[in-house]
T-cell receptor
Framework: ETGVTQTPRHLVMGMTNKKSLKCEQHLGHNAMYWYKQSAKKPLELMFVYSLEERVENNSVPSRFSPECPNSSHLFLHLHTLQPEDSALYLC??????????????FGEGSRLTVL | ELKVEQNPLFLSMQEGKNYTIYCNYSTTSDRLYWYRQDPGKSLESLFVLLSNGAVKQEGRLMASLDTKARLSTLHITAAVHDLSATYFCAVDILKNTGTASKLTFGTGTRLQVTL
């Protein structure tokens, strides 16, 4: 495996289900991100994890819960979602800024549909 | 709050023609990124612009950054059908080193190159 891999690629769930999205990066990076991409909206940064910090977008509902057990793995736990949460969820990784460019490398995304 | 605006939002152009996509942002920054997204696919990094006056070129695409005007351009030369995609610019305003990127994305420009 190379780059950033996300599973599952497609997920359909009911509003009462609990599911998780998984992301793994094989690039030796030390920061990982979750972005939400909805139709006709800009990409929205949801969560950031790095060695020094965890950053949350305050507008993200608590029904989304991130987990980052190490620098290579990132999860997004989902529970009691709403239909408006249907979107493409993109995981990305990067090296921490400084001498690095801060460039993000994205996975293929998990397409979520909430019924 | 940082705002990133792209125009046009949709661009239909003939093969062989030249055109420019504009990216304006509202807050001082010296880090700007361009990404490409094909339908149903993830985001692919095209250019990283890290200083005022930076210019990068790859094939028929050329990107530039004017930090004083808070403007970046993506110029397309002699367009070909394979360039059809959605192009995003993204800006990172953080100045602290050693912290993760926190990119704010524009809404994207959907480019359609016709024969």
């Amino acid at each position: 495996e190379t780059g950033v891999t996300q599973t599952p690629r497609h997920l359909v769930m009911g509003m009462t289900n609990k599911k998780s999205l998984k992301c793994e990066q094989h690039l030796g990076h030390n920061a990982m991100y979750w972005y939400k991409q909805s139709a006709k909206k800009p990409l929205e940064l949801m969560f950031v994890y790095s060695l020094e910090e965890r950053v949350e977008n305050n507008s993200v509902p608590s029904r989304f819960s991130p987990e980052c057990p190490n620098s290579s793995h990132l999860f997004l736990h989902l529970h009691t979602l709403q239909p408006e949460d249907s979107a493409l969820y993109l995981c990305a990784s990067s090296r921490v800024r400084g001498a690095n460019t801060g460039e993000l490398f994205f996975g293929e995304g998990s397409r979520l549909t909430v019924l | 709050e940082l705002k990133v605006e792209q125009n046009p939002l949709f661009l239909s152009m003939q093969e062989g023609k030249n055109y420019t996509i504009y990216c304006n942002y509202s807050t001082t920054s010296d880090r700007l990124y361009w990404y490409r997204q094909d339908p149903g696919k993830s985001l692919e990094s095209l250019f990283v612009l890290l200083s005022n006056g930076a210019v990068k070129q790859e094939g028929r695409l050329m990107a530039s950054l004017d930090t004083k005007a808070r403007l970046s351009t993506l110029h397309i030369t002699a367009a070909v059908h394979d360039l059809s995609a959605t192009y995003f610019c993204a800006v990172d305003i953080l100045k602290n080193t050693g912290t993760a990127s926190k990119l704010t994305f524009g809404t994207g420009t959907r480019l359609q190159v016709t024969l």
